[in-house]
């Protein structure tokens, strides 16, 4: 069974960037899609964005200038920068599996709260 | 984008009673190549990411209690729980995956009365 941990700071300056990592164990990276979804304290979820393990991404539009994921599939892994962070970037952000372009996400992690504060 | 709204944003419903979420897409999430609806439910309890519930609208997980029913086509979709328990206390999303950005509800409350 698939397990995914995000690790990364939990507190970062606001104008700074901010970095995660999925580490995935139990599967092999390859042949899914790779998302990071976040949810503001006490609100929805907004996906970012996934990168497939060829290395291939898709943004979401409005985080698109600031956002890059990529892929380690050595290390069966995969990250998050979020360039340019502000108050409005606090988040639980989640790391999570697809196994299509255009699909559910059947494996979750269990989320890390970055917040941005001077 | 694909915008979802659910409704209620809150409900409460009686032990052993049925609980009916709704969700409504901005434009229709069913392939008619396929003729499959593209569009997910989950459910989060406090502390813990979303857990998938259903997909192709109607599919369960595995896993997931038959008292979970997925049904809807196009824009409009409904997520039923035929005879509430108390474990099922949590938020209710639905999610589209037609088309990017992937998109979800608002989310539904649903606690007991």
């Known amino acids: 069974q698939v397990h995914l941990q995000e690790s990364g700071p939990g507190l970062v300056k606001p104008s700074e960037t901010l970095s995660l990592t999925c580490n995935v164990s139990g599967d092999s990276i390859s042949g899914f899609y790779w998302s990071w979804i976040r949810q503001p304290p006490g609100k929805g979820l907004e996906w970012i964005g996934h990168?497939?393990?060829?290395?291939?991404?898709t943004y979401n539009p409005s985080l698109k200038s600031r956002v890059t994921i990529s892929v380690d599939t050595s290390k069966n892994q995969f990250s998050l920068k979020l360039t340019s962070v502000t108050a409005a970037d606090t988040a639980v952000y989640y790391c999570?599996?697809?196994?299509?372009?255009?699909?559910?996400?059947?494996?979750w992690g269990q989320g890390t709260l970055v917040s941005v504060s001077s | 984008d694909i915008v979802m709204t659910q409704s209620p944003d809150s409900l409460a419903v009686s032990l052993g009673e049925r609980a009916t979420i709704n969700c409504k897409s901005s434009?229709?999430?069913?392939?008619?190549?396929?003729?499959?609806?593209?569009l997910g439910w989950y459910q989060q309890k406090p502390g813990q990411p979303p857990k998938l519930l259903i997909y192709?609208?109607?599919t369960r997980e595995s896993g997931v209690p038959d008292r979970f029913s997925g049904s809807g086509s196009g824009t409009d979709f409904t997520l039923t729980i035929s005879s509430l328990q108390a474990e099922d206390v949590a938020v209710y999303y639905c999610q589209q995956y037609y088309s990017t950005p992937l998109t979800f509800g608002q989310g539904t409350k649903l606690e007991i009365k």
């Open positions: 192709w609208a109607s």
């Open positions: 999570a599996r697809s196994e299509q372009w255009l699909s559910w996400f059947d494996s």
């Open positions: 434009q229709s999430v069913l392939n008619r190549s396929n003729n499959k609806n593209y």
């Open positions: 990168v497939y393990y060829s290395g291939s991404t």
